[in-house]
């Protein structure tokens, strides 16, 4: 348990469909992250919060659109994905943004499919 | 952020230490080394991080040596439940994690 939720843990969604991600942490982070892990691939950084700003936005598609409402919530809007956008959707937060010097804690993941 | 090498695959029996190397030759003087490791199918979990000194926690040891350009991470006494992926990874200024392949460590009876 690291303090990170995540939620749902699984989801199926139509490429027509919307959906959210949701990530919770309630350890006073000011960072927050989001990653995706496609299968047999490293995890990709996606976005990264600091101080409910966003500060990092990895050449992401707009179908995915993050959000970040507060320092412990972090969420992730899904709209007409593809199939290819399966993966395992991973939150981490982080106490501090810009200090080289400070462990991040993540998730247990969201595992998305896309049928 | 310096790149990372590691082996691809390591075996380790049961109760003996496991020893995973990483080369990072391009490191710069101010970057930290972290340790993440990630049990299938879970989120990457936190082992341990140094800048230049060997650090100790209750998970495992990292030895970096003195030139910087490799460490080691220790398990002193490997488990079955240690099975898992394990990155290396060297980040400076902003707190990104970038992630490589690592070291997928077979612990076996």
């Known amino acids: 348990e690291t303090g990170v939720t995540q939620t749902p843990r699984h989801l199926v969604m139509g490429m027509t469909n919307k959906k959210s991600l949701k990530c919770e942490q309630h350890?006073?982070?000011?960072?927050m992250y989001w990653y995706k892990q496609s299968a047999k691939k490293p995890l990709e950084l996606m976005f990264v919060?600091?101080?409910?700003?966003r500060v990092e936005n990895n050449s992401v598609p707009s179908r995915f659109s993050p959000e970040c409402p507060n320092s412990s919530h972090l969420f992730l809007h899904l709209h007409t994905l593809q199939p290819e956008d399966s993966a395992l959707y991973l939150c981490?937060?982080?106490?501090?943004w810009g200090s080289g010097n400070t462990e991040a804690f993540f998730g247990q993941g969201t595992r998305l499919t896309v049928v | 952020d310096a790149k990372t090498t590691q082996p691809p695959s390591m075996d380790c029996a049961e109760g003996r230490a496991a020893n995973l190397p990483c080369n990072h030759s391009?490191?710069?003087?101010?970057?930290?080394v972290y340790w993440y490791r990630q049990i299938h199918s879970q989120g990457p979990q936190y082992i341990i991080h140094?800048?230049?000194n060997n650090e100790t926690n209750e998970m495992a040891s990292l030895i970096i040596t003195e030139d910087r350009k490799s460490s080691t991470l220790i398990l002193p006494h490997a488990t079955l439940r240690d099975t898992a992926v394990y990155y290396c990874?060297?980040?400076?200024?902003?707190?990104?994690?970038?992630f490589g392949t690592g070291t997928r460590l077979q612990v076996f009876p």
């Open positions: 350890l006073g982070h000011n960072a």
């Open positions: 391009t490191i710069s003087g101010n970057e930290y």
């Open positions: 981490a937060s982080s106490p501090t």
């Open positions: 140094g800048l230049k």
């Open positions: 919060y600091s101080l409910e700003e």
């Open positions: 990874i060297v980040r400076v200024g902003t707190d990104k994690l970038i």
